[in-house]
Nanobody, 128 residues
Framework: QVQVVESGGGLVQAGGSLKLSCTASGLTFDDYAMGWFRRQTPGKEREGVSCISRGGFAYYTDSVKGRFTISRDNAKNTLYLEMNNLKPEDTAMYYC?????????????????????WGQGTQVTVSS
């Protein structure tokens, strides 16, 4: 049974930091691109936050560039998202996902359409 689990969310004041983790059972990350996504309110469109290729090339949505860092530890089958200088607008449910077939982040990675194997999410709340 495949299970993807995110952790590390919580409540933090603006300017603070959090580090999210994502692990999986029954599924390996090694050969695939991985991504972090968020949904700021229920019903709002999901947003691609960051994507990392198998080789470690990282991509970010503009609003988090310079503040967030994605990384992966293939030996531990774990994906991370380090978030610094958090802003109230970063408040969201954060999800990680594994790309269905590609080792790279395609031009449409932000849509999430290339990704399957989603976790249940971890809530990040940033107070002003």
């Amino acid at each position: 049974q495949v299970q993807v689990v995110e952790s590390g969310g919580g409540l933090v004041q603006a300017g603070g930091s959090l580090k999210l983790s994502c692990t999986a059972s029954g599924l390996t990350f090694d050969d695939y691109a991985m991504g972090w996504f968020r949904r700021q309110t229920p019903g709002k469109e999901r947003e691609g936050v960051s994507c990392i290729s198998r080789g470690g090339f990282a991509y970010y949505t503009d609003s988090v560039k310079g503040r967030f860092t994605i990384s992966r530890d293939n030996a531990k089958n774990t994906l991370y998202l380090e978030m610094n200088n958090l802003k109230p607008e970063d408040t969201a449910m954060y999800y990680c996902a594994r790309n269905r077939a590609y080792s790279y982040c395609s031009g449409t990675w932000r849509s999430g359409a290339d990704f399957g194997y989603w976790g249940q999410g971890t809530q990040v709340t940033v107070s002003s």
